[in-house]
């Protein structure tokens, strides 16, 4: 149930997603925000700190009191390279065009999930990447800070998968593996998608990062599965399995490469889809064309963000001239916060780093979200559901899905008005002819007048206003827990952004639309006294 009624909205979702700025945040990922709308967000070189800098006072202010959360919806309005650091006009109000973000419980608590119900509509400059938490945070002490901030590292080391969309397996005399391909995993504080540039390092303890994937496919391997599995009578997929990242990988290091020869510019726009990706440096291949390079899970990072973004979100952008922003600027606070997860989510089994959760819900331990209860607290869920409720949903798709009408047994299980059989009570047949009694006639006509007078009464409701939750939400529940694949056509792959030099002509005629982001930046710096430089 949970596949089919994604099936209007997960798709499109996704490709949205991969359409948009990779610095704009995702439904169900894991941000550090600030509920302060006033000032700018700058780095204190004096002390070491990013705090809110005032432009009428000409002076740093405070540390912003920051919070953590979830996103759970996101703006109608289009964001843009101006929102991370400006506050432009937008036509309509902050509920409509910032992001929601709610609180994070306590993960370890499945009672007490109150803190979920706290929430704010903010602008896209007050909110960053979970990710750069260390270099935020700097400098407070860890009693002053929110609740909601460990709570949110808790779940650092999470990972769920999302849209499996095909599958094949094999079996030998020993046992089985099979192959569950996927358009997204949740990893972490971020979602993953096919088509993503993701950073990663090259093993597991590194701390340094030059190395970069174009994410083709997301892959769950599942090893050495027997009989027990297949029968049912093991709860478990598999003794073993895997998460893989496959695609095309490329690398700031000449020695890391294959052949230790530069991209060339052709090349660089036709294979990175993020605007000023070739501003990092020189890029090299890790292997050649025809082949795929894979990494395991625990390697990323995170997702690579445009080059400006990332100058602002490093503190580089309020200083004129050109500082080369560094792709390992938040290694250390990935590793610290998953070591800390590890620790002390409970759900984490000892021996592991690593919860995996069958849902985002699961994965997060959220009561409900944008008002709506999810996973285990929605009573209507498989959790809860008795054997009727199953026979119900299972004849509720034989019947959307029926070409050859509907079975009576159908109509029953799912709850349908049955048809009457036989002649209606005043209905005679002379001649061969079906004849309706006067009686039945009159009463036909007294139940028309009586639905066209409630129907002039309830002329003063509003058909928009509704008790449905929020269609900006996008359905938070992304997997389900049963791998089999729906009978239906498959969900198409999301595109793949628009770059290169076949969208060229598309981008002259945006013209007026599109931003520049060295113009923006430009712009921002204008505003700086040369003393805050």
Known sequence: MDYRSERSSLPDMLNRYTLQHSFIPRIGELVLWYPEAE????????????MLYSFKEGSFSHVPEWRAGTVAEVPE????????????????????????????????????????????????????PLNQWQMLLNGLARDKLHPSIENTLTLMSTISLIEKYDMSASRDEIDAKAKIWCHGVFLGPELLLANDIVRFSASRFATHCTDIMCIDRILLRLLNISADEIDGRNDLLAPKSSIRLIGKAYTLSKDRSWDQ??????????????????????????????????????????????????????????????????????????????QYASK????????????????????????????????????????????????SWEATLRIIDSQYGISMADRSAAGMPQKARGRQAGVTVKDGKVVVSSRMTKMAMSDE??????????????????????????????????????????????????????????????????????EVLRQFQRKIPSSHQ
């Open 39 to 50: 000032g700018e967000l700058f780095f204190n070189p004096e002390l070491h700190q990013f």
């Open 77 to 128: 309005e289009p964001v843009d390279f101006q929102d991370l650091i400006l506050d432009p006009q937008k036509e309509s109000s902050i509920n409509q065009a910032g992001f929601r973000i709610e609180m994070i419980p306590d993960p370890n608590d499945d009672i007490n999930k109150s803190l979920s119900r706290r929430y704010q509509y903010v602008r896209l400059k007050q909110i960053r």
């Open 261 to 338: 020869k530069p991209l060339h510019s052709d090349k660089l726009k036709g294979t990175f889809p993020y605007v000023g990706t070739e501003k990092w440096g020189v890029w090299y291949a890790m292997h050649p064309d025809h082949q795929d390079y894979e990494i395991s899970f625990d390697r990323v990072i995170g997702r690579l963000h445009e080059y400006e973004a990332a100058r602002i979100w490093q503190g580089l952008a309020q200083i004129k001239g050109t500082i080369q922003p560094s792709l390992s600027f938040d290694i250390a606070s990935v590793r610290a916060g998953r």
């Open 344 to 391: 002390t989510d409970a759900r984490i089994a000892e021996g592991r780093s690593w919860f995996w959760a069958d849902s985002r819900a699961e994965a997060l331990a959220l009561e409900s979200l944008n008002g709506v209860e999810l996973d285990a607290y929605d009573e209507s869920r498989l959790l809860n559901a008795d054997a009727q409720t199953f026979r």
């Open 449 to 518: 007048s009586d639905a066209s007078g409630a129907a002039d009464s309830s002329g003063d409701s509003d058909p928009e206003e509704t008790d449905a939750p929020s269609q900006r939400m996008m359905g938070l529940d992304l997997t389900s827990k049963d791998i089999s694949m729906y009978d239906g056509p498959s969900p198409e792959v999301p595109m793949p952004r628009t770059t290169g030099a076949a969208n060229e002509e598309e981008e002259k005629e945006e013209g007026d639309d599109a931003q520049d982001p060295e």
